[in-house]
């Protein structure tokens, strides 16, 4: 079936490509595609995060048919061979769908195996390229190549596929200047192609990385992005803002929008208060070797561990691309101990294993391995996760929030009985529950310590409402464990009068006005609350120490039900004004008609409030949900039809630091209707270091 596989494939690829390249050309966008054996998908998301909406992006989309697919549309779901007659008339339909609005296309492509890089260069024939490096990924589909004398080494069969790319691109070449094999590539790249070439000596003058993201020095710019980012990741940001100025693109130094995909070096909190570094979604030798040059580079005083398994699609080249690994486990600084998976690391790392200098084991057993790291783990230490054989298992098992999950690799239905033949994840969740709840003693513990030291500052943000006393019990609560609760009065509900209409910014900026004199804000808020409290977070992210946001508005609530709710609304609003019925009155019947209570009421606040909550309500905040760097928790409401919980999801999605916590069976309001399990909560999530 595979060899049937391999036959088909640039067969039934054409085919779809043509479509594709029909499409395209009606289309004309201005081609944008980052290639390279690693770290494209870091340089696909800093484009992002400067561009915006004004190009489309190929996400998840790298090869042949993937490519092809995101061109006209299509989607591949259930992965069944049934699926593709649906595929193929969707393709033929595409024609008939409108074009996209954006200008510009920035492609992802890599080149998995030979001709793959001159298909897809024929296909998009790019405006610009930007190449990044190369190096030995997916070698066994290269061996042929080199078997029959037209290449004299894999590497070089690589490089020659990539520089199809450099051969079709019409405007310019952004490229990796310190590869000779990259560089020799160059000299297919046509005479009016600007060229541009690229070393790290000649841009950065230093480079940190810690818990809280990385920070690159290029020449006296401080550039910070909160994510980790290997050192190589400079190549990306310089060429990055080298296409930003070719498109006229505004540039943001900080990357606020940036998003890593998932398990690309994505921390989480892991039991026995340890740091997991989650780098699961692939494993290439040069993307080994750039994670744990990263773990070398983290700055922590705890101990540093290395979890790696296979490395796979290497043919001849898999006995010495994993001898090689010992290397560069040994001048990777600050490792104490490294845990290997699989048979080929069993294989061709044990009989070497006295050659590494640091402590090591090799395990055929993903159930082995994560018994090993919860027996000997002792608490606090940063866990790197690096490889194949679904290594994200035992990441998940070993989240101390299970919640997280979701933002892990591999989530689709398609994953889940492969992953079981290799991990009984049931089984190693049972085994960490002890952990967790001796991690809730400690919670309490360091509540207890709290309690009679420095009281700390909370301020709640209000949602919609004339009474504040319905907080008072949690509010009691938080005090009696030792924090200063200050309940803010916000402005036209239980604060001061209201004397013209006032938007997002102007809370804004009231918000800015309470907690001027405050170092460092505990913020917690609720609804309308959470809507004023992220627009102020998208400016001070600095000050706030931890956000917490309960069942918060902000977003466009886009469900059909609700858009007919709203058309319903302006068209009773026209049709009540036609028939003279422009009153309080009039508006009253049409309030309860539509179930608008908070509209109804608002009233009550003086002439400027009901305006004012039409300007809220029609803010729009996702746009800017990556903007708030602060470490952020989410506790919603399962079943609230106010701001429906695929809103947190999002939220949970585009926020750097925000992890959501679901409370069953609640509402717009859990924390009066489940005030316990809310201050339960709020109370983890503050006594974390």
């Not at 033949?421 to 003693?441: G, H, I, M």
Request: aromatic share 10%.
């Amino acid at each position: 079936m595979k060899e049937l596989k391999k036959k088909l494939y640039f067969n039934v690829g054409e085919w779809f490509g043509q479509r594709a390249k029909e499409r395209l050309e009606k289309w004309q966008p201005m081609v944008v595609v980052v290639t390279g054996s690693s770290g494209k998908t870091t340089v696909f998301s800093l484009l992002e995060a400067q561009l915006g909406k004004k190009a489309k992006y190929s996400h998840n989309a790298n090869s042949v048919f993937g490519i092809s697919f995101n061109i006209l549309g299509l989607e591949r779901k259930s992965f069944r061979t049934i699926e593709w007659l649906g595929l193929i008339w969707q393709a033929m339909a595409a024609r008939r769908k409108p074009l996209p609005k954006e200008k510009i296309y920035v492609v992802e492509c890599d080149c998995d195996r030979p001709k793959e890089g001159e298909f897809l260069a024929k296909l998009l024939n790019p405006d610009y390229v930007l190449w990044l490096n190369t190096g030995d990924t997916h070698a066994m589909n290269y061996e042929e190549a080199v078997k029959n004398g037209r290449f004299r080494s894999i590497e070089e069969a690589q490089a020659y596929e990539y520089g199809w790319f450099l051969e079709r691109a019409k405007k310019g070449v952004l490229v990796n200047g310190e590869q000779a094999l990259v560089g020799k590539q160059l000299t297919r790249v046509g005479e009016k192609v600007q060229k541009i070439t690229m070393s790290e000596r000649e841009y950065v003058s230093g480079y940190k990385v810690d818990r809280q993201g990385t920070v690159f020095d290029f020449k006296g710019v401080e550039v910070r992005i909160g994510a980790l980012l290997p050192r190589s990741a400079w190549m990306g940001i310089v060429m990055t803002q080298k296409m930003g100025g070719i498109l006229n693109a505004s540039w943001d130094w900080k990357f606020k929008r940036f998003r890593e995909p998932p398990s690309r070096a994505t921390i989480w909190e892991g039991v026995k208060n340890t740091t997991l570094i989650d780098s699961t979604y692939n494993a290439s030798p040069l993307a080994m070797q750039e994670m744990l040059t990263l773990l070398a580079d983290y700055q922590t005083r705890e101990n540093k561990w290395a979890v790696l398994s296979d490395m796979t699609e290497l043919g001849v080249r898999e006995k010495e691309e994993h001898e090689n690994l010992i290397k560069v486990l040994n001048k990777t600084k600050g490792l104490k101990r490294v845990l290997l998976l699989g048979r080929r690391m069993k294989k061709y790392i044990e009989p070497k294993l006295a050659e590494l200098k640091v402590s090591g084991m090799i395990f055929e057993s993903s159930n082995e391995l994560f018994d090993y790291l919860t027996d000997n783990l002792s608490g606090g230490e940063v866990v790197l996760f690096k490889g194949s054989r679904f290594l994200e298992d035992i990441v998940e098992a070993m989240l101390m929030n299970e919640e997280d999950a979701v933002k892990l690799t591999r989530r689709e239905k398609i994953w889940e009985k492969r992953r079981e033949k290799f991990f009984d994840l049931e089984r190693a969740k049972n085994r960490v529950a002890e952990y967790k709840t001796q991690r809730s003693v400690e919670i309490t513990s360091n509540l207890l310590r709290a309690k009679y030291t420095a009281r700390k500052k909370i301020f709640i943000v209000p949602g919609w409402s004339y009474d504040n006393s319905k907080w008072e019990p949690l509010r009691a609560e938080l005090e009696g464990l030792g924090y200063a609760v200050k309940m803010l009065e916000v402005p036209g509900l239980t604060g001061e009068e209201l004397r013209r209409v006032w938007d997002v910014d102007d809370y804004s900026w009231w918000l800015d006005k309470q907690l001027k004199k405050e170092k460092e804000v505990i913020l917690i808020a609720h609804s309308n609350g959470g809507r004023i409290a992220m627009e102020w977070a998208t400016k001070q992210s600095k000050k706030i120490k931890k956000l917490i946001l309960i069942d918060s508005a902000g977003l466009i609530d886009r469900r059909r039900k609700v858009r007919l709710k709203r058309w319903a609304g302006r068209k009773l609003a026209a049709m009540g004004k036609g028939m003279g019925m422009d009153n309080e009155g009039a508006r009253k019947v049409l309030y309860k008609v539509l179930r608008e209570k908070d509209y109804l009421e608002a009233g009550r606040g003086g002439k400027f409030l009901r305006s004012t909550m039409s300007k809220l309500v029609e803010t729009d905040m996702e746009e800017k949900l990556g903007e708030i760097g602060a470490e952020t928790l989410l506790i919603w409401g399962e079943d609230d039809g106010q701001t429906p919980l695929y809103q947190a999801k999002i939220m949970q999605r585009k926020m750097p630091r925000a992890r959501l916590r679901v409370i069953k069976g609640a509402r717009h309001v859990p924390q009066f209707t489940h005030m316990g399990e809310v201050k339960k909560k709020i109370v983890e999530f503050l006594s974390e270091v």
